[in-house]
């Protein structure tokens, strides 16, 4: 989906005008923002040209305001691979190099988790704006350092939660803050795979560094790596942050096959202040649920994965009655086709439900890389905006700082085995959507 | 509840209501209201309804049904007038069904099959199951029932006439439609939707059809054996009474062909028809015959 193809939907949501109110970081998606920019050329380098490093190279290859200037990687196939996109990019093995390139205005950083905060901060220093695949950072105080960090010096910084340029989550999230199910009252995510999260390894030597997800010097796991982007949807939904966390984890299945140690079975509960919980389950070694996140109303449910909404009192499908009203008001009679057996939506799981957009694309969550129509495009295109004008969109950072913290929070409660809150020291202002 | 009221028509100034209650969506079309009073019916018949919806559901634990079902194993539980005279009339209908319809059908099957599960005493308005596993549940009745408590409300308002729905399987008129000598109401085609299979014509009466539900799933269980009809048809069931009509057309579904006409005798005045859809959009009606 390119600018003018999102920016359709957005009308065909009839949210032009409204939307931006309540999601301010869409700014860049207008016609306005898009003529601010027009002819100009946002000079990046990326830093960490594996899986993901690629696929924000394909999707910058589709974007007007996309020039790749410089390429790093410390693993030279990857570097090498990606050097095909781009051949003209100057190619780096050590980032502070690619930092000391005048000509890089922007740094995409899709390296290891562990290595985020550290890059992130640099490349800050060093005056580039910054795009980080998420999670921010790897341990609380780092990412409360990436935070003030920014702050300190006004820092265009983005980080990879695709989910806040989705159309579908953002006409979700509206009709959510409309009232359309009711007041929220739980929240369900999880993520479900069958596969070992493995990448291939050339030699074994290399097996701590190709596959860092697995180990929990690099990497917290499935909670860092996925649960961050669905922890977003509590926050998005009620306007609040969780007060309190528990969570456990298990290694059950893959490490009878290699020697990792991140778990690979978790489950996490996020209670607000409200009593109100969200969830959060993954299990890689069973994909028959794949992946949701349901947002649960009083009124009805809405299924951020498929784009539908159920109402908790749905109508009967094609009831003549209505016609009926019309015959009497036109003076005519005719039959009405509406009776029949007892209508099949007995139980709300049963009865159908509608999409909430035209369109809907559904993303299954099975891909370690990343999906067509997912945001990863919107976001990108968002952030090259933000690295020519050098403004940083409203509540952006907020909302992905808030995911990190509560992905590490999580991780941290099923390793002490505790039920922990969030310390004040971590708090950051935090504007809650649609209370601008 | 949805609502709505025209006047476009001066001469038949038209209500429609709609909510939700019994798991499944009741409608109201009636004429000769002002706005003022139409609302005023449409809100009567929702609280009513939900009233009802409360007492006779056994999945709500708070509700006298879910009393009965908790404590009449072991003690005869004392019951209001109105929940006593429902399970007069479910055993009534029970004996006047051969048994093919028994609003004990969830209880856990016995030595001794599915006979007599529950004893009423009138004297004392109680009722005491007869064995251990018996569970009542009036889903099947409480439609029909409800059904029939509208149309006294809506004829006591003075509606001149007036089409209720409930859940599309049941429907009861008041009066006519006012540009005919009836209200026509359609069944839908089982294989060929929107299409309408067969016409029937009420004035003053109701209707009540019973088959698979709109998803093509069997739900209907058969009280005797305890397992899930699967029947293909339709059975319509077409009469005065909307309650009669209700029990009647499950009993029917339920019970073996043979035996439909059996049980129809017992119930003057109303009809009965299978309706056998195919899939080119033909359909076969045939009489359930009280006479054979």
Known sequence: MNRK?????????????????????????????????????????????????????????????????????????????????????????????????????????????????????????????????????????????????????????????????????????????????????????????????????????????????????????????LACHQLQNGSWAMGMLPEKVMGSGSLIHWNKVDKRDVYDCVTAIFTYPNGVNMTFESIISNKHFGMGEQILGSKGTIDLVTGMHYTDEPMPKGSGMHQLVEQIERGVMSNSVFAGTSWAAETGSTAPGMPIMPNVKVVTGESSVGAEADGSKELVDAFLHAVITGKQPEKVLEESYYATQFALLADKAMHENAILTLEDKYRVPYVPLGSR | MQFQFSDKNPHHPVTYASFFSMHTRIELVATGFTEEKGRELAQSIEAEVKAMEHRFNRFDDTSPMSVVNMRATNEAVTVDDELFMALELCEAFRRGTGGYFDVATASAATDEGYAVSYLLDPKKHTVKFTHQGVSLDLGGFAKGFALEQVCRRVREAGAENALINFGNSSVAAIGHHPYGECWSVGVEHTKVKGTMAREIKLNNGAMSVSGRNSDGVYHIVNPITGGLVAGDELVIVEGRSALVCEVLSTALYAAPRAQRSVIMKQYEGYTATELYCREGGSCEIRTIDCNK
């Open chain 1, 5 to 225: 193809e999102f920016l359709s939907d957005c009308g065909k949501m009839g949210m032009a005008g409204v939307a931006l109110s309540l999601f301010p970081w869409l700014e860049s998606c207008t016609e306005k923002a898009k003529q601010e920019v027009h002819g100009e050329k946002a000079r990046i380098g990326i830093i960490g040209t594996g899986s993901r490093g690629v696929f924000h190279i394909k999707n910058l290859l589709q974007l007007q305001q996309a020039e790749v200037v410089a390429l790093c990687d410390n693993y030279r196939p990857h570097l090498d691979d990606a050097a095909q996109y781009y051949p003209k990019a100057k190619l780096y093995e050590d980032y502070r190099q690619l930092l000391d390139d005048k000509n890089v205005q922007g740094v995409i950083i899709a390296t290891p988790l562990y290595l985020h905060g550290r890059m992130t901060i640099d490349a800050m220093n060093a005056g580039k704006s910054v795009f980080c695949e998420k999670s921010m950072a790897f341990t609380l105080d780092e990412a409360l350092e990436v935070y003030n960090r920014r702050k300190e010096l006004g820092s265009v910084l983005f980080i990879g939660q695709q989910r806040l340029f989705d159309p579908k989550y953002v006409k979700a999230m509206s009709m959510i803050h409309e009232g359309v199910i009711g007041d929220v009252v739980g929240v369900r995510n999880y993520w479900y795979r069958n596969n070992d999260w493995r990448r291939e390894v050339p030699s074994p030597e290399l097996e701590r560094h190709i596959n860092w997800r697995l180990y929990r010097e690099y990497s917290r796991g499935l909670m860092t790596e």
